[in-house]
Structures are given as C-alpha cells and as structure tokens.
C-alpha cells in the first residue's frame, strides 16, 4: 500500500489571527501569501501575473463575476498557472488563479486547498498539513 505524501508548512502570523504561509508561483521568488479558507480562488496580483505571463507560465482560461470579501461584485480573469509550490513540499500543477485589479497581495484559497487529499491548520506551532498533494481534485468556486 502506497502512502500519501504528506507537506507540513510552517505559517506565519505577525501578531494577527491572519496566517501567511510562503509559496512559489512557477519559477518565480518564494514570496508570502495569504492563507484565507474564505476565499474561493487563489489570487494573484497584476504583477505578478505579468511575471508569469513573460515566462509562459500562465495561460488565459476564462471571465467570472466574483463577490469580493467587501461584498462587491467584479468581473475577474481567470488564469491557470501551471505550478503552485507550497512551502517548498508540496508542488501543485494547472491551479487556477484569480486576477485581482489593484491587489497588493495574493491569496492562497479553497481551490488550492481542494487540490489536495486533506488539509488542516494546528496552533503552537502554526501549521498547516497538507496530504496527498498529488491528489488534484479541485472544484471551481465562485466566491472569492
């Protein structure tokens, strides 16, 4: 019997109830990205969809209206991105990635966590367990 492979990312939370966790897009610098189970996509910045883009590692999928966390609603693209490495232990491939006009921060959401077996988040220390990060079984969400 096969054993899933099992990530454990360490999270940061800077004297807030927010957790950030470090992560990769493509080949691009591990950076901070916000993890947020109330957001149905993960989000990408306009930079950094640029980045992506000038090493072919992002393709245009699609248009969604999205309701925002202010409850505003806003047409958003949507692009697949063709990997996302979690706290350098858990690599995942063709993630879809919502584009947010003017945001200064990405966002890692349950479409991520969707594409994985299992997830959950413990307190002292702050962690987030990831199992079977080949599992990709995601779902689109369509609240962001």
């Keep these: 019997m096969q054993h899933a492979q099992v990530a454990?990312?360490?999270?940061?939370?800077?004297?807030?109830?927010?957790?950030?966790?470090?992560?990769?897009?493509?080949?691009?610098?591990?950076?901070?990205?916000?993890?947020?189970?109330?957001?149905?996509?993960?989000?990408?910045?306009?930079?950094?969809?640029?980045?992506?883009?000038?090493?072919?590692m992002a393709r245009y999928e699609r248009g969604i209206n999205a309701r925002l966390a202010n409850g505003q609603v806003k047409r958003v693209s949507i692009y697949i991105v063709d990997s996302l490495d979690l706290g350098g232990g858990c690599v995942l491939h063709n993630v879809e990635a919502a584009v947010l006009p003017g945001a200064t921060r990405n966002i890692i959401g349950m479409n991520v966590l969707k594409m994985v077996g299992n997830f959950s988040i413990s307190f002292n220390p702050s962690k987030l367990t990831l199992s079977d990060c080949s599992a990709n079984t995601a779902e689109a969400v369509a609240s962001l």
């Design 8 to 56: 454990e990312i360490d999270l940061l939370e800077k004297n807030t109830d927010v957790f950030y966790l470090r992560a990769r897009l493509g080949d691009a610098d591990e950076s901070e990205f916000l993890l947020d189970t109330g957001s149905g996509y993960l989000a990408i910045s306009e930079d950094e969809l640029a980045k992506l883009k000038q090493s072919d």
